[in-house]
């Protein structure tokens, strides 16, 4: 089974070291990239084509809803799933609307996080 190539976007460099820890740790996924900011997201998905982009939604300059409303017009077979600190109906609601097919909060344990990666590839 090929594993499922993932890009970290998060403005924090420790936010993105755990998760790259946890993705390794599990089977069936490959950290393919890491970016700092919005801008940076979408180069990145141009290069590296990952399967599933985890994206936080507060950075400085392109935040993470107006970067996944752009990778999802430039790239629409690739996923985008929201993980923030952020418990809002308000940015979930946005999330959905710019075409994320998940949203997680920060909180969420590494076996949730690892079964909504995998269940937004099955469909």
Do not use: W
């Not at 594993?3 to 950290?31: C, K, M």
């Amino acid at each position: 089974m090929k594993a499922i190539s993932v890009l970290l976007v998060d403005d924090h460099p420790v936010v993105r070291e755990g998760l790259r820890n946890i993705l390794a740790s599990e089977p069936g996924f490959s950290v393919v990239g890491e970016a700092s900011s919005g801008e940076e997201a979408l180069e990145r998905v141009g290069e590296l084509h990952p399967q599933i982009v985890l994206m936080d939604i507060n950075m400085p300059g392109l935040g993470g809803i107006q970067a996944t409303r752009r990778i999802k017009k430039e790239h629409p077979t690739i996923a985008v799933v929201i993980l923030t600190m952020y418990d809002s109906e308000v940015y979930v609601l946005e999330a959905i609307r710019c075409g994320a097919a998940g949203y997680l909060t920060k909180d969420a344990s590494r076996e949730l996080l690892c079964h909504a990666l995998r269940t937004v590839l099955d469909g």
